[in-house]
């Protein structure tokens, strides 16, 4: 049965609206998980490990055999080298090729997105500047069961660990007990430094206050379930969090040249990840649609995940024609996808274009695929139209920065009168009064003189 | 009536628990507060300008004749400039000189922040990189009535305007209809190209979610009262915010050698903002923390603002005898204050050691006030603890990043390769097909040739 996949027209009258409800998406609140992360937040809070121990033995379904106490929990050293060893050979390369050119891409990022303290010096002697320090400790979340994802790991720990935050501390569910063998290399292979086989809204909880085993840490990353997102809302404002994840998106602009049957595969490569995935492609050429079409029909049947490929493209995809690519260009603006690829002869051109995008693909040669696993460039990118306001993950979310005031004595003179003026203007009297105390000093007669 | 400030010694038992209530803030969240600002922002969604209008009318006690619509409640660019001329010559130096500092600090803070794109080319072809943009509209939130900070609307505007920000439009509530010229000649020296005199969760909702004539933002900035925060945190994902703050704090660690009389009108300077302000001494002489109880004591009666200052010295303030300075170093790495002042002589051995603070002012001279008003560096600053985690409001804040990924057909066969053998290992199948058909078309024989 042929995809049915919306077709529309940047000429047709409501095109504006009917592009708004295709990408409207509200992440729904529910209140009953709400509830249910608030009570076992505060229970961690108050029982700490005897908490974390109960949630997982009933959620994880492990017995006192295999779950005694929480320090049980926590894997040696020597298991992630042993799953790192225990891996196939090729699948090995690949993930330490793959760790080896995200760390090198983010170790750029480092020298070139002012991760240094900096500071200058005025006329007078003072001082000004900014000090930069990596975070101390930071959590990362990582899903257990069938969305386990050794490439979230690496993108995850890798920018923390290139920003020198002192100690990573990964926490992952073993559901049933089972250890996913490439989560773990990839945790070794990414310098996590302690990890916990714990999960759920209780795992977030125990980064977040600390518990007898459990150190707490100031910043959580990481993608996790509705529970887990609802857990890093509520211990925000006590730790740090990322930012919390809408549905995957790509948005394709082509020109019209490239093999459709590329384009179609990579429509399908962000449908698969989910029903609510959103796949959306902007082309000039009619025809080409048509194409590419095609291509998804002749393809599906070979795909493994074809029903969520399906009901994700018929759901919440599209195929757009637009008047040429410049309002290609303006589209993807209005939509800020996570995800956008330019696949077209000379796509520089049209990259100047775009102001909002997660990650920006130039080229046919370039699928979202190879970003997602290994060209460098880290795959946590801002959905739901976030790219309009923030960045994808990297090693400025894992730094901080103190702000370095010195003032000189003749800077504490002029300033002060000026700082004096304007707290009066606020009614801000003893601020005005501690800039002309010293003022005061400055100015009087030397006694010793 | 002397100060009955808290005495803490490092060296007590149970000193840490102590010290922990101390610091201890429950940011209380009023479920009717909350309530009412949901169907606030709701109302605002559906019925823009008018519910806009009815709220403003309410709130700030307009009647239809001052607020017949809302394209009335914006102010012209010339009641700006009238507002700027209409200062007192000294206050408006003030004003200017301490705009022109800002500016100048948050320039060379963009040079050494990593605002810039970058990119570089790998030895098969594949350019990797971030191109960094500014956000295209922001909006500033400015409080109306008695915390009406001219100096907030400066350091909110200015690192935005540094930024290259497209569109800044400022809201400020006029209860009664009462400017301030003050705020709005700052608002001039900020370059803020549009404001707005509305206010409250009516505000925020009309910049988030646009109007007829407010238009949409893509981040909201700048301190009010619990609707206004409330309201920001429920926007959030929107529209992206700054932090919700917390009440103001300040650390002073001194070694005994400043005039007492400084020290103590620097923790009345924090603690004549509110009364849940937090003001904290750390000394190792326990003979110069009782002359600065004494300075204290004699120098209150003089304070406009004695009422406030008595109650958040009495409330939450302390006064710390510690073994010695490394000692006062480790304990403000834990409280990871907003502003910490090194009151010493030679203040970078101990600047060194801290990890954690909003700001550091270092030397004697470097009252809190000169950075809140004039210095250069952002007032706004982490509290709460969160300076673990979180920075000054600054340029990096009103720009954002995409990644750049530029394949060559070399690195699609390598590439490729790794990505494939990833996806597969995820159980991501198109993922993996989509590298693969690209590897295919370049490994088959050019029919060409």
Redesign the interface.
């Known amino acids: 049965m042929a995809l049915n996949i919306r077709r529309l027209d940047s000429r047709d009258a409501g095109f504006d609206a009917t592009l708004a409800a295709v990408l409207a998406f509200e992440?729904g609140e529910d209140a009953a998980i709400d509830q249910a992360v608030a009570g076992i937040l505060a229970d961690v809070k108050t029982r700490g490990d005897a908490a974390v121990l109960d949630y997982t033995r009933r959620f994880d379904r492990l017995d006192a055999q295999h779950a005694p106490n929480v320090e049980a929990l926590e894997l040696r050293a020597d298991e992630l080298d042993r799953a790192l060893d225990g891996l196939e050979p090729?699948?090995r390369?690949?993930?330490e090729?793959?760790a080896a050119r995200v760390r090198a891409?983010h170790e750029?990022?480092a020298t070139?997105?002012?991760?240094?303290s900096?500071q200058?010096t005025e006329a007078d002697g003072?001082?000004?500047g900014?000090?930069v320090?990596p975070?101390?400790r930071v959590g990362i979340y990582v899903p257990g069961g069938?969305a386990?994802?050794?490439?979230s790991v690496l993108m995850n720990a890798i920018p923390a660990s290139v920003a020198g935050v002192r100690e990573i501390v990964m926490v992952v569910p073993t559901p049933g007990g089972v250890r996913n063998d490439?989560v773990l290399a990839a945790a070794r292979l990414g310098r996590v430094d302690r990890v916990f086989t714990i999960g759920g809204a209780q795992a977030v909880g125990a980064l977040a206050y600390g518990t007898r085993t459990v150190p707490a840490v100031?910043?959580i990353v990481g993608p996790g379930n509705a529970y887990v997102a609802c857990a890093k809302r509520r211990v925000f404002?006590t730790?740090?969090i990322d930012m919390?994840a809408g549905p995957s998106e790509i948005l394709v602009i082509c020109d019209g040249t490239t093999?459709p049957?590329?384009v179609a595969?990579?429509l399908?490569?962000q449908?698969?990840?989910d029903e609510l995935a959103q796949s959306i492609l902007l082309c000039p050429d009619a025809a080409y649609l048509d194409a590419v079409q095609a291509a998804a029909d002749a393809?599906l049947p070979?795909?493994?995940?074809q029903a969520v490929?399906r009901a994700s493209l018929e759901g919440r995809g599209a195929l757009i024609q637009v008047r040429d690519m410049a309002e290609a260009c303006a589209i993807a603006n209005r939509i800020a996808p996570e995800h956008l690829e330019i696949s077209a002869a000379a796509?520089a051109q049209w990259?100047e274009q775009?102001?909002?995008?997660?990650?920006?693909?130039?080229?046919?040669?370039?699928?979202?695929?190879?970003?997602?696993?290994?060209?460098?460039?880290?795959h946590v990118?801002?959905t739901?139209r976030?790219?309009?306001?923030?960045?994808?993950l990297?090693v400025?979310d894992f730094i901080?920065?103190?702000?370095?005031?010195?003032?000189?004595?003749q800077?504490?003179m002029t300033?002060?009168?000026?700082?004096?003026?304007?707290?009066y203007?606020?009614?801000?009297?003893?601020?005005?009064?501690?800039?002309e105390?010293?003022m005061e000093?400055l100015a009087a007669p030397d006694p010793a003189a």
């Open positions: 992440a090729a699948r390369h690949a993930l090729t793959a891409f750029k990022q070139e997105s002012g991760t240094h900096w200058y003072t001082m000004l900014q000090k320090t975070l101390d069938k386990a994802y050794p490439s490439l100031d910043k404002g730790v740090g919390i093999d049957r590329w595969m990579d399908f490569s449908a698969e990840h393809l070979t795909m493994p995940r490929i796509p990259a775009i102001r909002h995008a997660g990650a920006i693909f130039l080229g046919r040669f370039s699928s979202e695929s190879l970003g997602d696993y290994c060209a460098g460039p880290n990118l801002p739901s976030t790219a309009r306001f923030s960045s994808p990297g400025y901080k920065r103190s702000s370095l005031i010195q003032v000189s004595e800077g504490a300033l002060g009168r000026i700082a004096a003026e304007l707290a203007g606020e009614g801000l009297q003893a601020h005005a009064r501690s800039a105390l010293r000093t």
